[in-house]
């Protein structure tokens, strides 16, 4: 059974910074491309970064060089750095893993809150 499980949200003041964990298990982390999205209240999930089992690294344009995507296979676990931190930052932060079969799996999210 695969499982993720993201941590690292918080409130955080605008300028701030975090940093959000994903451990995953039940799947070969080494293997997968992870990818981490938000998902801002009344607005549609989106993807923010992802790193593939070779690291290349793809970023969305609008998160203008604040984040910071990086994973440790010894770990089993993905991080996104997060700096200069935004009141539009405030999301729900998911992080997404899909297998070999091609089914998606998803932590639960951990919710970021930026006050200005």
């Known amino acids: 059974q695969v499982h993720l499980v993201e941590s690292g949200g918080g409130l955080v003041q605008a300028g701030g910074s975090l940093r959000l964990s994903c451990t995953a298990s039940?799947?070969?982390?080494?293997?997968?491309?992870i990818g981490w999205y938000r998902q801002a209240p009344g607005k549609q999930r989106e993807v923010v970064a992802t790193?593939?089992?070779?690291?290349?690294?793809n970023y969305v344009d609008s998160i203008e060089g604040r984040f910071t995507i990086s994973r440790d296979n010894a770990k089993n676990t993905a991080y996104l750095q997060i700096s200069s931190l935004k009141p539009e930052d405030t999301a729900v932060y998911y992080c997404?893993?899909?297998?070999?079969?091609?089914?998606?799996?998803w932590g639960q999210g951990t919710q970021v809150t930026v006050s200005s």
């Open positions: 997404k893993v899909r297998s070999g079969a091609g089914t998606n799996y």
């Open positions: 039940g799947i070969t982390f080494s293997t997968r491309t």
């Open positions: 790193i593939s089992s070779d690291g290349t690294i």
